[in-house]
């Protein structure tokens, strides 16, 4: 049984390299995002009897429906789920193609799509960011700002060449490899004219789950480890004022908002305090957050972090007081 099933996935291989055009994932993904036979008919100006077939003869090649007519539309099946995971993979692969010929006919070295969280120290981005654009030949660089697991959708999608993020403890993912840079400590934020008041509910969970939380999207790193923090206390996990991972919208929310409270890594939070509207609250709090690390795709064919770059992060993490270097620590892939 296990010999039928490899001859038949490398009779549909042979069948796919031979006769699979990329057109035809283009048409998938149009299909996928329109969900419509005549939509895509119209946005291509084709008839859609012609639509019709090109969907027919690309089905007869992967030897499956790929999609399902439903009251709402195109849906795909769960084959077609595959092929489209693997069509925007491939698509988005050409598109990088294109981008780095461009930028090497423009006279620059590569065009790096960059991933980075919100939640990250000046000093580290600043470092990152010189380093990529001091680069020679010069690099063209685009960043891209998200949570760990957006950015991780992205880099699988093939949007992204690396990612300055989390990974997940249960993600289980061996598609993505981890390089842990360094653990950030936690810091509580609260407003600076709120700060003798609260300094007296730092160090009693209970009162400070009665403050008004600013915390980010539930799934997030920060927000797990917030939830298990309390679980361990054996206290519910605080229901917060504002849901966000926006730097700005914290420090806003701050400034207006005296019972307002935020937990974020101690670089981050020093960088915003700095600003005048917030203050740090002594705590001794402890999180499980996984370390900040770079992330990238298994195998992927995109544009490498340089040597350069990678000491210029490194030397960065060496600057920064008080935080833990995780290099040596175990990868949460």
Same mark, same amino acid.
């Given at each position: ?10 009779? *549909? ?70 092929? $489209? ?55 063209? %660089? ?9 950015? %991780? ?6 949007? !992204? ?16 490899? %981890? ?101 740090? $609250? ?12 770079? *992330?990238? !795709? ?36």
């Amino acid at each position: 049984m296990v010999q039928a099933h490899k001859d038949a996935a490398d009779t *549909l291989n042979d069948t796919l390299v031979a006769r699979l055009k990329l057109r035809q994932l283009a048409l998938l993904q149009k299909l996928a995002q329109q969900g419509s036979l005549s939509r895509v008919a119209q946005a291509m100006r084709l008839s859609q009897p012609a639509i019709t077939q090109a969907l027919r003869e690309i089905e007869t090649l992967f030897g499956t429906p790929l999609f399902a007519r439903g009251s709402r539309g195109l849906a795909p099946t769960p084959a077609g789920e595959v092929a $489209l995971a693997h069509a925007r993979t491939a698509l988005a692969g050409l598109e990088a193609t294109a981008r780095e010929l461009a930028a090497l006919e423009a006279g620059r070295h590569a065009r790096l799509r960059v991933g980075v969280i919100p939640h990250l120290p000046m000093g580290l981005l600043d470092a990152m960011l010189q380093a990529l654009l001091a680069a020679s030949p010069r690099n063209a %660089v685009m960043l891209r700002e998200g949570t760990s697991d957006e950015l %991780v959708t992205a880099l699988r999608a093939g949007e !992204l060449d690396w990612a300055i993020g989390r990974p997940f403890y249960d993600s289980g993912d061996a598609d993505i490899q %981890v390089e842990p840079l360094y653990e950030q400590r936690p810091s509580l934020l609260v407003p600076a004219a709120s700060r003798a008041r609260l300094a007296r509910a730092a160090a009693d969970l209970r009162q400070l789950a009665d403050l008004d939380w600013i915390l980010p999207p539930p799934r997030t790193p920060i927000r797990r480890s917030v939830n298990a923090m309390f679980a361990r206390a054996g206290i519910a996990p605080p229901s917060p004022l504002l849901e966000t991972y926006s730097l700005k919208s914290i420090e806003a929310v701050l400034a207006r908002q005296p019972r307002a409270i935020a937990l974020l890594a101690h670089d981050v939070g020093a960088d915003l305090a700095a600003r005048g509207a917030a203050a740090l $609250l002594p705590c001794a709090l402890q999180w499980d957050l996984p370390p900040i690390s770079l *992330l990238s !795709l298994a195998g992927a064919s995109g544009a490498r972090l340089s040597p350069q770059a990678v000491q210029a992060l490194s030397a960065a993490v060496a600057r920064m007081p008080g935080q833990r270097d995780a290099r040596a620590a175990p990868a949460h892939a």
